[in-house]
């Protein structure tokens, strides 16, 4: 490496690591982006179907989320969302419309309003939500989201018709496990600012077309450089900076950014001996698994509501990919965190989930069916879980990932807000 220039390493092309390479090129750092797979996008990607493409899992965006919403539009990418004010809808069992007010009178007007809940848990619930606002939705100790509602009398009803899927679908952890503070940030972020911050944003294509492909293109436009279907197997401390090896070569870089997914950072930060507390708090950390189920129906099918939720069975969230995506009849259903469902093999599980369909919405039987599970979707977002600082103890070597320190569980905003922020602590450490 020629004395002086600086060259940083990105490893892993997920949401993070692709934004971390983007800001580099946005702030003229030459950056080489690596990824294993040979699609990026990471747990946020394309599959491909029979010649249909597919998202490897449903994913739902806030209004809140900025920082991506915000790349994304700066990538290039128009018209990607299907962008809906705040409702939650369990058909024949609860509604929750949010109306056109300032934040937070949106969220306690439709509380109050809900359809499905007696007035007394209503008021409870809007009670409960003034008080965490008093609290500036801070907690001394954190706690279980169980735990919190039951000292804040959310009793079981409400619970498991509000309180619990919103907790599934942003931590998904159960509510049992799941960090009280972190969800708190959640609601806090969507709720106590702009009442679009608590909008539903559905993309309207896939995941790759959604922000890994654009930003792929501007990245090389900028001087960066990709490469796909090229695993890090090792890296080493140089002077200066590191080594990075794969199957049959190696190259050196001043500074790296490692967006790889924690159980696959863990090999590679483990041969660093100046990254062992590190490796250790990552190796504490339980997974928990995302089931998404694809449905074709006739093309005549459509649901009354892009999204809707399910309550008393397995499925716990519907998405209609032909509202959205432009494909007539095709549902997305959504299982969040460990369950029963994991038990069984998947074309059982296509079939309980059709039933479960059907007693609902009256469907006819389903053309075809396409269960993906992934097995480590997310970090378990526990109560007193501590995770990783961006910053290391190893001079230029950084971490991105929606499991390190930050406020957010493990969404595609958490993963790009690390990503940038490292971006930022290694143009910071150049030009300083």
């Known amino acids: 490496m020629a004395e002086g220039l600086k060259r940083a390493a990105v490893i892993g092309g997920g949401y993070a690591g692709i934004a971390a390479a983007l800001k580099l090129a946005e702030n003229g750092i030459p950056v080489t982006l690596f990824e294993a797979g040979k699609v990026l996008g990471g747990r946020a990607r394309v599959v491909d ?29 128009r018209e990607a969302f299907f962008r809906l004010p705040l409702a939650l809808t369990v058909p024949g069992r609860f509604a929750l419309r949010t109306p056109a007010l300032p934040a937070p009178f949106h969220l306690l007007l439709g509380l109050l309003n809900a359809q499905g809940l007696p007035l007394g848990e209503r008021l409870s619930a809007i009670r409960f939500a003034l008080r965490l606002r008093l609290m500036g939705f801070r907690l001394m100790q954190d706690s279980s989201v169980a735990d919190l509602l039951q000292k804040h009398g959310q009793d079981k009803n409400i619970g498991r018709l ?3 899927p919103l907790c599934l679908a942003a931590l998904n952890t159960p509510i049992d496990q799941a960090s009280a503070q972190v969800f708190l940030n959640v609601l806090r972020d969507s ?14 294509v896939d995941l790759s077309a959604l922000f890994p492909d654009a930003a792929a293109g501007l990245i090389r436009k900028l001087g960066g450089n990709i490469l796909t279907s090229r695993r890090i197997k090792r890296i080493e401390t140089a002077d200066p900076g590191f080594t990075m090896h794969w199957e049959g070569g190696a190259e050196n870089f001043t500074h790296v950014i490692c967006a790889a997914a924690p159980q696959h950072a863990l090999p590679l930060l483990s041969e660093l001996p100046e990254l062992a507390s590190v490796a250790e ?12 189920i694809y449905l074709q129906y006739p093309q005549q099918v459509q649901l009354p509501q892009p999204m809707l939720g399910l309550n008393g069975g397995w499925a716990q969230w519907v998405f209609d990919r032909g509202q959205t995506h432009g494909t007539p009849g095709l549902l997305a259903v959504v299982i969040s965190a460990e369950g029963e469902y994991q038990q069984v093999p998947a074309e059982q599980l296509a079939t309980r989930i059709a039933t479960e369909l059907k007693q609902v919405f009256e469907l006819p039987e389903p053309l075809w069916h396409k269960v993906i599970v992934e097995k480590r979707a997310t970090f378990a977002c526990m109560a007193g879980l501590e995770r990783p600082d961006q910053r290391t103890g190893l001079r230029g070597f950084f971490l991105a990932g929606d499991y390190t320190a930050g406020d957010y569980p493990a969404t595609i905003e958490g993963a790009v807000r690390s990503g940038v922020k490292c971006a930022e602590l290694v143009s910071d450490s150049i030009s300083n």
Not at 55 to 73: P, V
Not at 281 to 292: D, G, M, N, R, V
């Open 191 to 204: 709720f106590s600012h702009a009442r679009s911050d608590s909008d539903l944003v559905l993309p309207r």
């Open 49 to 77: 179907h029979h010649g249909i493409r597919l998202d490897n899992g449903q994913h739902l965006l806030l209004g809140a989320y900025r920082e991506t919403l915000g790349m994304i539009g700066r990538v290039g990418v």
């Open 162 to 164: 509000l309180w619990e």
């Open 281 to 292: 708090l990552i190796q504490k950390f339980s997974y928990q698994p995302i089931a998404t």
